[in-house]
């Protein structure tokens, strides 16, 4: 999806992170949409775990920003420094508080096995017919990154690169004590 954007390993993560976690959004929608309409026992498997998920008051990784989407929650813990409590950790609490969905009987697996793979088809051509749209904007995308992403980049190299040769303020007389 991103090669189809034409954005190559030297535009920003930020910039890849935000376009892919928005095209997922578009097809996730569509999916969801396809879902809805054509298969109904995924369709309850969704809704009872939907259902499931509205009883729970702490969800930490919902409702973010796409571009935090997906991200870790917790940052790595320090070696011989544990944390307390991660917001991971309450959330799993949480989550061991609700009873689990009921069990299915193998007909209704493999046939929730069925839809799930008519699912994934799904998600698969959409995400086809997404890159191909891609493509036909690639050089409008191209264009942005060199007018919006690379002066930024630029502008941050420049200051890393006045910082590391004057790494006091010039207009200090003498350099602060160590």
Do not use: W
Not at 145 to 162: F, G, H
């Amino acid at each position: 999806m991103l090669s189809a954007a034409g954005l190559g390993a030297d535009v920003p993560h930020g910039v890849q992170h935000g376009l892919s976690t928005r095209v997922k959004g578009i097809v996730d929608h569509a999916v969801a949409d396809y879902t809805s309409r054509n298969l109904p026992m995924l369709q309850a498997e969704l809704d009872q775990q939907a259902e499931r998920n509205r009883r729970r008051s702490y969800r930490p990784a919902e409702g973010l920003e796409p571009e935090f989407e997906g991200m870790p929650l917790d940052p790595d813990p320090e070696p011989g420094s544990p944390f307390l409590f991660t917001l991971s950790g309450l959330a799993a609490e949480e989550d061991a508080a609700i009873p689990a969905l009921p069990p299915l009987s193998d007909a209704a697996k493999a046939a929730l096995r069925q839809e799930v793979g008519l699912a994934d088809d799904y998600a698969n051509m959409i995400g086809r017919e997404v890159c191909s749209i891609l493509l036909h904007h690639r050089l409008r995308i191209q264009a942005a990154v060199a007018e919006y992403v690379e002066p930024q980049i630029a502008a941050l190299l420049d200051d890393l690169t006045r910082s590391l040769d004057a790494p006091f303020d010039p207009r200090e007389s003498e350099p602060p004590a160590s």
